[in-house]
């Protein structure tokens, strides 16, 4: 568990993410360098919460394991992609943040590399994988796939 947490927050996890952030401001990533970085910035720490979640119940080898972590790595990119559809939509009062800053500060975002549309349907497809990763893990999941459907329906 204190593994899992490090790796998240360290130069595996939310530290390097930031790094890549950083450097990719101004720059033109594609879409594997801008899920890249996703990966190891909000990513990483979801995944970090989902694996702690399971590793109480279960070994580091358990195949369910192996599932949570393919719906937290799909969860949070879907998570990243929607903050950016609502840099993009959303108005700076229900966000609590200035909308369109990621434009102003030159941020890649999926929206600027998709489109507006583009980017919700891979919002989309990442909820459909991370829900159909929850499958060995029967109805016991609802609550799993209901934040799932959550990450891409939220306002702010």
Known sequence: MVHTLASASGRDGMVAGQALDLDA???????DALAHMHAHKTGALIVAAVRLGGLVAVEDSDPRLT???????????????????????????????????????????YPSLLGLEGAQRKAHSLIDE???????????????????????????
């Open 25 to 31: 401001v101004g720059g033109h990533p594609d879409v």
């Open 130 to 156: 991370a829900i159909a990763a929850l499958a060995p893990l029967g109805e016991r999941a609802a609550p799993l796939a209901d934040l799932a459907h959550y990450m891409i329906e939220r306002d702010h």
């Open 67 to 109: 599932a949570l972590t393919r719906y937290a790595r799909a969860i949070g990119l879907a998570f990243q992609i929607h903050d950016d559809i609502l840099d993009v939509t959303g108005d700076t009062v229900t966000l609590g943040k200035t909308s369109g800053a990621d434009a102003a500060r030159a941020k890649p975002t």
